[in-house]
């Protein structure tokens, strides 16, 4: 029987407060990095499909703007007010779709959802690019996740309004991929903004996932490059042998990542500054489990100061055993992607606020 005498139906409920699992970061982000709009005008009307279209001085603004955007709601002016999204998911999605809903929402734009391919003209056989041709009269930007890779690049061809990449396969995950590094920038606000970093000072970062067949670790180990300065090590850990595309590894170490296979988690982690696990990776109209055997809960021996990422949704990998600890950076990772995405969505269409 539901327990209808839980006394949190007696209480009032409060908002989570700042000073907890990063969300008080923000701010000092902001100071950390010289405002210049420049590297953002690059992006003006521009379509987002893969994580190799970023610079790094972009995804520095693009950060601050998220910052900006976490630290004072009261100053958004609701600039896409007026603008429509067609938010198109053919693909299951919670936290992707409803955080591009929730930032076009706070930018002040009306939004039109397709959650199922069968209600479109797919059914019918239609084709993307047919379909792309008539989006380009409905609505100002397309937001598409689909679980075949190719999607995106036949919906591109016919669109003369922006679309971005929420999702193709098992290619790439763009936006997942700046979420991530904004909660590792908001981690350590103005490190990774530095130019030069000390060797001593560089950090170590495990990454648990397959980049040749999981879209959101193929695009965070694109953008991490960006910073290879700051990291002493990208640890792959993978039960694989070979975890990696062809030609995949090769790109990213000339891009500067100093990489290294491993096969034991626990091994690992007490030299890992930052832990990201995923074990999710969706082929056709299902999902595969990768590299299940490896799991995080309170045991697991971090480093005190170590912090943890995870895309969500989370399974066995992730003990919930661990979200009321400093280790957990996952909430406020998922919270940051909003933020992240209102100033993408406000670049995109040239909307600063």
């Known amino acids: 029987m539901v327990n209808k005498s839980n006394p949190r139906l007696k209480q009032q409920l409060e908002e989570q407060p700042l000073d907890?699992?990063?969300f008080d970061r923000p701010r000092a982000l902001v100071k950390a990095i010289d405002e210049d709009l420049a590297p953002l005008l690059d992006l003006v009307k521009r379509p987002i499909v893969s994580a190799n279209q970023f610079s790094l001085n972009q995804i520095l603004q693009l950060a601050r703007l998220a910052a900006r955007f976490e630290t004072q709601p009261q100053m958004i002016t609701?600039?896409?007010?007026?603008?429509?999204l067609i938010s198109a998911f053919y693909e299951p999605s919670t936290r992707?779709?409803?955080?591009?809903?929730?930032?076009?929402?706070?930018?002040?734009?009306d939004i039109m959802s397709i959650t199922d391919p069968a209600s479109t003209g797919i059914a019918k056989g239609e084709s993307l690019y047919d379909i792309g041709e008539m989006l380009n009269h409905y609505g100002d930007l397309v937001v598409l996740r689909d679980s075949d890779e190719h999607s995106v690049y036949e919906m591109l061809e016919s669109l003369r309004i922006p679309i971005i990449n929420a999702g193709n396969g098992i290619?790439?995950?763009?936006?997942?991929?700046?979420?991530?590094?904004?909660?590792?920038m908001k981690w350590k606000p103005g490190f990774f903004c530095k130019p030069e970093i000390d060797p001593s000072d560089k950090v170590r970062i495990g990454i648990v996932g397959v980049p040749g067949r999981m879209r959101t670790v193929r695009s965070l180990l694109t953008m991490?490059?960006?910073?290879?300065?700051a990291i002493s090590e990208l640890v792959l850990i993978s039960d694989e042998g070979d975890p990696f595309s062809d030609g995949q590894r090769a790109e990213l170490e000339t891009?500067?990542?100093?990489?290294?296979?491993?096969?034991?988690?626990?091994?690992?982690?007490?030299?890992?500054?930052?832990?990201?696990?995923?074990?999710?990776?969706?082929?056709?109209?299902?999902?595969?489990?990768?590299g299940s055997r490896y799991k995080?809960?309170?045991?697991?021996?971090l480093k005190p100061e170590a912090i943890i990422l995870h895309p969500l949704a989370r399974g066995a990998e992730l003990d919930p055993g661990l979200?009321?600890?400093?280790?957990?950076?996952?909430f406020a990772q998922a919270r940051g992607a909003v933020f992240m995405r209102m100033a993408l969505l406000s670049s995109i269409l040239k909307s600063f606020t």
């Open 20 to 22: 907890t699992q990063g």
């Open 255 to 290: 891009a500067g990542l100093n990489i290294r296979l491993a096969t034991s988690l626990d091994g690992e982690l007490p030299g890992l500054d930052v832990v990201y696990i995923n074990t999710i990776a969706w082929v056709g109209d299902d999902y595969e489990e990768l």
């Open 78 to 84: 609701r600039p896409l007010t007026g603008k429509i």
């Open 96 to 109: 992707t779709r409803l955080s591009f809903e929730s930032a076009w929402h706070r930018l002040g734009g």
């Open 171 to 184: 290619d790439e995950h763009p936006t997942q991929a700046l979420a991530d590094i904004y909660a590792l």
């Open 323 to 330: 979200d009321d600890t400093p280790h957990n950076w996952y």
């Open 296 to 301: 995080l809960d309170r045991k697991s021996p």
């Open 224 to 229: 991490l490059a960006l910073f290879s300065h």
